[in-house]
């Protein structure tokens, strides 16, 4: 919906215009208004709107009825109406119908517990003038991000970390996340890739006052225990899911790609609007296995849905990776993140503002197959699959273990060691000291977690859902391949499995419970019988494959450039990188498919390094 900033400083106030050009670098998220207030001493909010709700009358910063108490919101609170009523009993006045105005006046009667009142995907700052104190949040999945810095009597608090670059000039790696991110894939849960900028993670509160910044849970979906007062199906739930993020003055679009998550997303959208568009993205020379279209247009014609294809050529994945990279502020290792940046280029083309789709529905329902493993061993049914496209990705095809987190945890989770064996893979194309300290690999996937919540869990594959959903759903899925590359075109993405009834509702579920006959998310398919097409229904998982853009022949010049281009890498090992390239290309698809993450990764480190203007990584890696 929007693009946060703001600053306390402990003594002089930032230069406005810094602030304004500073809030100008995250235009796309908002470009339908603009936002700064200071209160002269010490604080600053700014906002860059994108306009959904009350596009009229909605600007922000909100106030409360004095202007005591001033907020700035990204993302929907979905029980807005409710909960106005309730204010206006209780005499709050309202100067506008957006849903962000709730959460003043919440907080004036509820304190830093107004979070506990809310309902949806969102973040937001808050000053109290009269107290002095800052307070912010973020939703329970993650679904909209903030980060935030402390640097020279400045505090800043921020949607992306480029605002904050901007305004302190410090631009370094975070070493410890970096090494993380090339041992496995992702960074530590607080952590960003810049240094000195934290993340907040999501479920998290955090209060800034004279007593200093402190950040705590308010709420994580393991905790949460009880089902809604009345009874509902699961379809009945993911009905009054859709329905809560269609209200609005907008028309409202969604991704499909022909599974059963984004379909029963796509035929309950359609159900509650008419005239319903949908988009799928395809690549160029796809095989026909691979090809999601032909999925999706069997749900679109049953649908009545007008189906959008957005056809992605290889060269335009790598072609497109430096617009993604900046935007989304993350690594990719495959062709996803760019994809993804062009599918939501289309959809904002087709005058879209929202999108919703089925994220989410894996984590909830224990869809993928490397919780499979974790279930029912590596030889289950149906991860054939995720092996022929994500070996030692996503799908472990060793039986090698972190003996330091057996140890913690009591196994190792089939994806932690999944990306060992693509941390083995990196340590052989970096320059230095990474290659020995990559053998110790387990600990960083663990940094930041509570292994007493962990260990609470009962059951192994409930741990593994756990750290998947707090590393992989949030750090990449929702963030970088999610908020990064709708927002760069100006698109709020909507995620209904994540709503809060349906995560309650899948709780109650045991992990072998999802399965019938091999086939997973077994509640969701009979949930949408007779809404969706028998063979969708019965449909195994596929993943979403793109071919090994690295080792194509379209692309070799691209490539051969962007190796060329690491020759003074401090990082990467070019003769290295090259030496494989050229093995590779003559080698197995899938062999191919196993190495062109380790490329993707080398050119989009490449990529933050440059375009954020970094400098090199501290070469002491331990």
């Not at 009358?57 to 106030?63: E, K």
């Not at 247009?297 to 993604?324: K, M």
């Not at 077994?522 to 494959?545: C, N, S, W, Y």
Request: net charge negative; hydrophobic share 35%; glycine share 6%.
């Amino acid at each position: 919906m929007c693009g946060l900033l703001g600053v306390v400083s402990k003594n002089t106030l930032h230069d406005r215009q810094e602030i304004s050009a500073a809030l100008d670098l995250m235009i796309e998220r908002g470009p339908d208004g603009k936002g700064i207030w200071s209160d002269h001493k010490q604080v600053t909010l700014a906002h860059r709107r994108l306009a959904i709700v009350d596009q009229d009358n909605g600007h922000q910063p909100i106030f409360n009825e004095n202007k005591n108490i001033v907020a700035i919101v990204n993302g929907e609170f979905y029980n807005h109406e409710k909960i106005r009523k309730k204010l206006c009993k209780k005499g709050h006045r309202f100067h506008s119908q957006s849903d962000s105005e709730i959460i003043v006046h919440l907080y004036e009667e509820y304190g830093e517990e107004c979070v506990q009142h809310l309902d949806g995907e969102f973040t937001f700052i808050l000053w109290d003038r009269d107290k002095e104190l800052l307070l912010a949040a973020r939703d329970p999945f993650g679904v909209k991000p903030l980060v935030f810095s402390e640097h020279e009597g400045h505090f800043y608090f921020a949607s992306k970390a480029k605002a904050i670059l901007a305004l302190t000039g410090y631009r370094k790696w975070n070493t410890f996340a970096l090494l993380s991110s090339l041992r496995h894939q992702y960074a530590p849960p607080t952590m960003s890739l810049f240094d000195g900028i934290e993340v907040l993670p999501p479920g998290h509160l955090l209060t800034l006052s004279k007593g200093g910044l402190k950040t705590r849970f308010y709420t994580d979906f393991i905790d949460q225990d009880s089902l809604p007062k009345e009874t509902f199906s699961l379809r009945e739930l993911l009905e009054k899911a859709v329905k809560k993020r269609t209200q609005g003055d907008q028309k409202i679009t969604c991704t499909l790609s022909g599974g059963i998550d984004s379909s029963a997303i796509a035929a309950l959208l359609s159900k509650q609007q008419e005239n319903t568009e949908a988009f799928c993205l395809i690549f160029d020379g796809q095989e026909d296995a691979d090809r999601e279209d032909i999925h999706a247009q069997r749900v679109a014609d049953f649908l009545d849905v007008d189906l959008h294809l957005v056809e992605i050529s290889p060269r335009g994945v790598l072609e497109n990776l430096a617009p993604a990279i900046y935007h989304s502020e993350g690594l990719c290792i495959n062709g996803h993140l760019s994809a993804k940046f062009l599918l939501s280029k289309a959809i904002h083309r087709a005058g879209y503002k929202v999108a919703l789709s089925g994220e989410g529905a894996d984590e909830l329902f224990f869809g993928y197959p490397h919780l499979r493993q974790d279930i029912f061993g590596s030889t289950a049914k149906a991860i054939y699959d995720f092996d022929r496209v994500s070996s030692g990705v996503m799908v472990a095809q060793s039986t090698d273990f972190y003996p330091e987190i057996t140890e913690r945890i009591g196994f190792t989770p089939a994806f932690f060691r999944a990306k060992r064996e693509l941390g083995k893979r990196c340590a052989q194309l970096l320059h230095w000291g990474p290659q020995e300290s990559m053998e110790n690999q387990g600990l960083s996937l663990l940094h930041g977690f509570s292994i007493e919540k962990i260990n609470a869990l009962p059951i192994p594959v409930e741990k593994s859902r756990y750290l998947w959903t707090k590393l992989t759903l949030e750090k990449y899925i929702l963030t970088t391949l999610g908020d990064g590359t709708e927002m760069a075109h100006s698109v709020e993405g909507r995620t209904p499995f994540l709503d809060k009834d349906i995560v309650l509702f899948s709780k109650q579920l045991s992990p072998k419970e999802c399965f019938r006959e091999g086939l997973e998310k077994i509640h969701l398919r009979d949930a949408m019988k007779g809404m969706l097409p028998e063979q969708t229904l019965v449909r195994h998982k596929q993943p979403f494959v793109g071919p090994p853009i690295s080792f194509l022949d379209s692309t070799a010049s691209l490539v051969q450039d962007r190796i060329e281009a690491l020759r003074e890498s401090p990082l990467w090992d070019r003769d290295a990188l090259n030496k494989i390239w050229k093995m590779k290309r003559l080698d197995t698809q899938k062999e191919q498919r196993k190495w062109d993450p380790l490329f993707l990764l080398a050119f989009s480190t490449q990529e933050i390094q440059s375009q954020f203007s970094l400098e090199a990584p501290d070469q002491e890696w331990q």
